[in-house]
């Protein structure tokens, strides 16, 4: 589910936008940010468990908004189909 087009920083330690080990707590950190909120979602052992965390808070918090978006944009192209009938 990882979104491939994403970047990622070259120094980044796991290779996954959202995942980076902390030196301080010696652990894997997950995070999300959507609409310039941060979801934190939690501290982990391993980094594929920090991995898989990022991957369900995608389906969490990314899912149902890019639904809702491919929602508005099928209803944008039916109402022009429909102004386009009218003339």
């Known amino acids: 589910m990882l979104k491939t087009e994403r970047a990622v920083y070259s ?3 796991s290779g ?3 995942v980076w080990y902390d030196q301080k707590r010696k652990k894997w ?3 999300i940010v959507l609409k310039g909120k ?3 979602l939690g501290y ?3 980094e594929e468990e920090a991995i ?3 991957i369900e808070g995608e389906k ?3 899912d ?3 639904e809702k978006q491919g929602t508005i944009e099928d209803n944008n192209a039916k109402e022009k189909t429909d102004k386009e009938e009218k003339k």
């Open 44 to 46: 982990f052992p391993t």
């Open 52 to 54: 898989q965390a990022r």
């Open 11 to 13: 120094n980044s330690t």
């Open 29 to 31: 950190r997950a995070r």
């Open 60 to 62: 969490k918090y990314w």
């Open 38 to 40: 941060e979801h934190f």
């Open 16 to 18: 996954v936008s959202g």
């Open 64 to 66: 149902p908004l890019l």
